[in-house]
């Protein structure tokens, strides 16, 4: 009973889940442990949705290997998180500052957006029915909490962090205004799935938090639909924001749901017992003020295992970021993350 999915859905949440990426995808036994529906309820795919995976020249989409990774989360009756649908990162180099003018390139992202999110709207319904059957035999007095359906990364990482926008192609063509028609793009492709922002250095109050805050409670006073935001939380050992619970609560007070969407906690190697002991107590911490925040709706780890951490490609002598380890043992972190869920 006492594993990671089971315990946030008994303590009212929607999800636990891991995020993945298609090479993972030929190792069984990691194969087998993300399928463990009992440890992850909820699946997002790292890379293959993204706008460079799957509009690689205009107007010509490929869904192949996002409908693998989509495919796998209904095969095991895991819920899928879409991400994402307009970032200004792992773009195709068609989509270039100076190539469109303000109209052309808000009808791209309208066009981008509607065609990405249908294409997975019968994905997520059937998602949403077959994962109910699990659910309903864990915790029967509690089916209707879960009763919903699951959600797309519609904008990532929109701002610096002074909480200003970052001068993406797409601020810099359209100002704010992609934001919107992003947003209402996806609501039309599918009224059902949850439509957040996204972004990192948002786990604790300051600048960068007060500008998602801010946005939010200007999009939904315009009437855009918006329902919930994400905080990524790629943080460090020794260094989980001590306003992270207060921060979460600040967003749920906007009227949306939270999610913890990218979470993982990295160290300077190597990993020793002090570290990976402080790594359990940063994971307690995270997962226990989620479970404080009613509107916090689920947390995803940026992959379960160091073996496929996106950690160590980017932060040079840094890693072991994630609750299980290279060879897919768990560490203390996984013992972390039931304590927050059960604290
Ligand atoms: O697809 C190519 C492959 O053909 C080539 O052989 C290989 C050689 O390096 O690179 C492959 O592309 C890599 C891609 O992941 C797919 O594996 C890129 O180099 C690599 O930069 C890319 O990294 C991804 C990163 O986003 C890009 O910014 C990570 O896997 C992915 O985990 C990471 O995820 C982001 C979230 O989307 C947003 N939040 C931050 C998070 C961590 O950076």
């Given at each position: 009973?006492?594993?990671?999915?089971?315990?946030?859905?008994?303590?009212?949440k929607?999800?636990?889940?891991?995020?993945?990426?298609?090479?993972?995808l030929s190792?069984?036994?990691?194969?087998a442990?993300l399928?463990?529906?009992?440890?992850?309820?909820?699946?997002?795919?790292?890379?293959?949705?993204?706008?460079?995976?799957?509009?690689p020249?205009?107007?010509?989409?490929?869904?192949?290997?996002?409908?693998?990774?989509?495919?796998?989360?209904?095969?095991?009756?895991?819920?899928?998180?879409?991400?994402?649908?307009?970032?200004?990162s792992?773009?195709?180099?068609?989509?270039?500052?100076?190539n469109?003018?303000?109209?052309?390139?808000?009808?791209?992202v309208?066009?981008?957006?509607?065609t990405l999110v249908?294409?997975?709207r019968?994905?997520?319904?059937?998602l949403?029915?077959?994962?109910?059957?699990?659910?309903?035999?864990?915790?029967?007095?509690?089916?209707?909490v879960h009763?919903?359906?699951?959600?797309?990364?519609?904008v990532?990482?929109?701002?610096?962090?002074?909480?200003?926008?970052?001068?993406?192609?797409f601020?810099?063509?359209?100002?704010?205004?992609?934001?919107?028609?992003a947003?209402?793009?996806?609501?039309?492709?599918?009224?059902?799935?949850?439509?957040?922002?996204?972004?990192?250095?948002?786990?604790?109050?300051?600048?960068?938090?007060?500008?998602?805050a801010?946005l939010?409670?200007?999009?939904?006073?315009?009437?855009?639909?918006?329902?919930?935001?994400?905080?990524?939380?790629?943080?460090?050992?020794?260094?989980?924001?001590?306003?992270?619970?207060?921060?979460?609560?600040?967003?749920a007070?906007?009227?949306?749901?939270v999610?913890?969407t990218?979470?993982?906690?990295?160290?300077?190697?190597?990993?020793?017992?002090?570290?990976?002991?402080?790594q359990?107590?940063?994971?307690?911490?995270?997962?226990?003020a989620?479970?404080?925040?009613?509107a916090?709706?689920?947390?995803t780890?940026?992959?379960?295992?160091?073996?496929?951490?996106w950690v160590?490609?980017?932060?040079?002598?840094q890693?072991?970021?994630?609750?299980?380890?290279?060879?897919?043992?768990?560490?203390?972190?996984?013992?972390?993350?039931v304590?927050?869920?059960?604290?």
């Open positions: 009973y006492c594993q990671l999915s089971r315990l946030a859905i008994a303590a009212g929607r999800y636990f889940g891991s995020a993945t990426d298609n090479p993972e190792d069984s036994p990691y194969v442990q399928g463990n529906t009992a440890d992850f309820n909820q699946i997002t795919e790292g890379n293959s949705m993204k706008w460079d995976a799957t509009e020249s205009r107007g010509t989409f490929t869904f192949a290997n996002g409908d693998v990774v989509a495919n796998l989360a209904r095969s095991k009756g895991q819920l899928l998180r879409g991400h994402n649908c307009v970032w200004h792992q773009l195709p180099g068609w989509v270039t500052a100076g469109f003018n303000n109209a052309t390139l808000l009808s791209i309208q066009n981008h957006c509607n249908s294409h997975y019968g994905q997520m319904c059937q949403y029915f077959t994962s109910l059957e699990p659910m309903i035999t864990n915790s029967p007095s509690d089916v209707t009763v919903t359906t699951d959600s797309w990364d519609v990532n990482e929109p701002f610096n962090d002074d909480g200003t926008f970052r001068q993406s192609v601020f810099q063509t359209t100002g704010t205004a992609y934001i919107a028609t947003l209402r793009a996806a609501h039309d492709a599918d009224p059902n799935t949850k439509l957040y922002i996204n972004d990192f250095n948002i786990e604790g109050t300051g600048a960068k938090s007060t500008g998602m801010n939010v409670r200007s999009l939904k006073d315009q009437g855009v639909p918006i329902d919930g935001i994400g905080v990524q939380a790629h943080l460090i050992v020794g260094a989980v924001p001590s306003t992270l619970r207060q921060n979460l609560q600040n967003f007070n906007l009227g949306v749901e999610a913890i990218e979470l993982d906690i990295r160290m300077t190697l190597p990993a020793t017992q002090a570290l990976l002991a402080q359990q107590r940063d994971y307690q911490t995270v997962i226990a989620c479970k404080a925040v009613s916090c709706v689920g947390v780890v940026w992959d379960y295992t160091d073996k496929y951490s160590p490609g980017t932060f040079s002598g890693g072991a970021a994630c609750p299980w380890d290279a060879n897919l043992a768990k560490k203390p972190a996984y013992q972390g993350i304590n927050g869920w059960t604290q």
